[in-house]
Each structure stands twice: as C-alpha cells, then as structure tokens.
C-alpha cells in the first residue's frame, strides 16, 4: 500500500541554518505529494505541494521538488527563524481514488536563536 | 472569514459518555474528512463524505459514526468513549478530482476521557 517515511526527529538547528527534512513515499500511480505544518496548539497549515514529476513547491522560503526517480520530496529552507519551530509533515494523495491523505509520521524542528 | 471550522475545540468527558464533534466549511468544497492525531502526533484518515456519500471507512470501532447533513458539514459522533479516544480530531475538506485536490484543515478538537 501508499506509506510516506520522514526522517526521524526532533531536529534542532540555530537561526539562519540550512534545513533539509527528508522524506520517501511508495504509491501507486502518480500521487501529489504535500508538506503541511503544525504549529504548537494549532491545526495544520499546506505549506507547499507539487502535482507532478520535477515539480518544485515553494513558500515562504521552504522548497521541495517531487522526484520520482528517487521517490522523494525533501523539504528544504535556506535560512531558518525561530518562528519557523513547529512540526512538519509529509503526506501524499491518492488522487483520483478516494483523495485521502497518507501522513508521515512528522518531524519536530526547533529553531535556537 | 474561517475557511474550516471545528466546535468544540477542547472537550474533556468522563469514559463510557457520549460526545459529538462539529465541522463546518465554508469553501464550497465537495468532500470532508476526519482524521485522528494520535499522542505521537501521528494522523491517520477516519472517514470521508463526497457530496453526502460515505467513501472512505477506516478500520475504526463502530461508537464512532460520522454523519453529513450537507455537503458544508461532517459530524463525528461517538459512543461509551474510552481512554484511548484521547486524542486531536482534525476536519479537513476539498474539492476532489480538480487540480486544486488540496485539503485544508480545521483548528482541530482535543479530546480528553478521564
């Protein structure tokens, strides 16, 4: 069946360093693959998305490209904030069946000044 | 304007009660969801309604029954709650099988049975 892996977490990074979340699927077909964002106490936030094959999803700073060789779509942000601490998951749609979200487990980042 | 919305947002109940949880979206969306975020933060898909219809049914006990109304509302009502009920009940809706399939989430329900 459709799963996604996330590395495992928390991560601790200190303000303005480079993030990298890893995260793998297995589907079938051509799912679209999403980050969502949680931030402490709230719901959950669409961070970015891509649809296709080398489709690059970005937003406030945070990239990820949908690479189907490799199956993955790593999330990546160049300078991080404190304000940026919350957790972040990784989920795909089987699109076209029943739309359902299959999360990863989630990854907790916490940004030190 | 609240795109997704959830009441109550906490709920503390004694085990073996009866709760119900609302969900209301004002986006014109077609389909709605439950999902449960579980202590580890892990969510996993409950049910879904497209256009009023049950379409998704995870392996999840029988006390819990969603009910639409309308294409706008997803309820969750669940009977003899016990402990392991405790947990974050997230709404979320979209609209399916278009480019904008995303799913937007509401501010969640936390669920404490004491």
């Known amino acids: 069946g459709n799963s996604v892996t996330q590395m495992e977490g928390p991560v601790t990074l200190s303000e303005e360093a480079f993030l990298t979340i890893n995260c793998t699927y297995t589907?079938?077909?051509?799912?679209?693959l999403f980050w969502y964002v949680q931030y402490p106490g709230e719901g959950l936030q669409l961070l970015l998305k891509a649809t296709k094959a080398d489709d690059k999803g970005s937003n406030k700073g945070f990239e990820a490209t949908y690479r189907k060789e490799t199956t993955s779509f790593h999330l990546e942000k160049g300078s991080v904030q404190v304000s940026d601490s919350a957790v972040y998951f990784c989920?795909?749609?089987?699109?076209?069946?029943?739309?359902?979200?299959?999360f990863g487990q989630g990854t907790t980042l916490q940004v030190k000044p | 304007d609240t795109a997704v919305s959830q009441t109550p947002k906490y709920l503390v109940t004694q085990m073996g009660n009866d709760k119900s949880i609302k969900c209301e979206q004002n986006?014109?969306?077609?389909?709605m969801y439950w999902y449960k975020q579980d202590s580890k933060k892990f969510l996993k898909i409950m049910f879904s309604?497209?256009?009023?219809?049950?379409?998704i049914n995870e392996t999840v006990p029988n006390r819990f029954s969603p009910k639409s109304p309308d294409k706008a509302h997803l309820n969750l009502h669940i009977n003899s709650l016990e402990l392991g009920d405790s947990a974050v009940y997230f709404c979320?809706?979209?609209?399916?099988?278009?480019?904008?399939?995303?799913?937007?989430f509401g501010p969640g329900t936390r669920l404490l049975v004491l």
């Open positions: 589907a079938t077909g051509y799912p679209s």
């Open positions: 989920a795909l749609s089987d699109r076209g069946n029943t739309g359902k979200l299959i």
């Open positions: 986006l014109g969306h077609d389909t």
């Open positions: 309604y497209n256009n009023k219809e049950l379409i």
């Open positions: 979320a809706s979209s609209q399916r099988r278009t480019d904008q399939e995303t799913q937007y």
